[in-house]
């Protein structure tokens, strides 16, 4: 058990709807990361937030969003879904910054029909 | 760009066949390379951090090392429970974020 937690485990929606995942760090983790990983392209990484503000942004679309809280979990809003946007959305979380591993939770499963 | 190239894709051992995968990488200033297992329907779980060429790290049945272009883990003796998507990552300096290889999938046959 990595200490990461996230929900829901599965998500089953249609496109065009919007959805949000929630992530809870480690404790005493401040930075945040989040990753869409999809059979053809692996782990891609999204966005990184450290202690409530967002740090570096990787490959992660318009139409999606996320934020940290005052209590440190965060959360991945998903909107105008696409099918494409079916995949597992994996958070991991740092103590301080990246130079320390990451540890990651077990993922959402995000499937749009 | 950085970029992470991990091979074999794929690869299947007898228990107890000795074994490397390797992990060749193209970074700006390595901050820091990354091993990860993951398993079916879970997240990658940590095994290793390399941070400068010519270092060691050792766990169980694993061993990384890590040259200026491509990192290895050796897998000693290996059983069924090392089974798993071996993933390899890359942060380089001037970037917060990690760069992921697309794994290799490790089959041990009893």
């Known amino acids: 058990d990595s200490g990461v937690t996230q929900t829901p485990k599965h998500l089953i929606t249609a496109t065009g709807q919007r959805v949000t995942l929630r992530c809870s760090p480690r404790s005493g983790d401040l930075s945040v990361y989040w990753y869409q990983q999809s059979l053809d392209q692996g782990l891609q990484f999204l966005i990184q937030y450290y202690n409530g503000e967002e740090r570096a942004k990787g490959n992660i679309l318009e139409r999606f969003s996320a934020q940290q809280f005052p209590d440190l979990h965060s959360e991945l809003n998903l909107s105008s879904l696409e099918l494409g946007d079916s995949a597992l959305y994996f958070c991991?979380?740092?103590?301080?910054?990246?130079?320390?591993?990451?540890?990651f939770g077990d993922g959402t499963r995000l499937s749009i029909l | 760009e950085d970029q992470v190239t991990q091979s074999p894709e794929a690869l299947r051992l007898q228990e107890g066949e000795s074994s490397s995968l390797n992990c060749s990488y193209t970074?700006?200033?390595?901050?820091?390379l990354f091993w990860y297992r993951q398993d079916p329907g879970k997240g990658p779980e940590f095994l290793f951090t390399l941070y400068s060429a010519g270092e060691e790290k050792e766990k169980e049945r694993l061993k990384a090392t890590l040259t200026k272009k491509e990192s290895f883990l050796h897998i000693t003796a290996p059983k069924p429970e090392d089974s798993a998507t071996y993933l390899c990552?890359?942060?380089?300096?001037?970037?917060?974020?990690?760069?992921f290889g697309t794994g290799t999938r490790l089959k041990v046959l009893a």
């Open positions: 990552a890359v942060r380089g300096s001037g970037t917060y974020k990690y760069i």
């Open positions: 970074v700006s200033g390595l901050r820091g």
């Open positions: 991991a979380s740092s103590p301080q910054g990246p130079d320390q591993p990451q540890h």
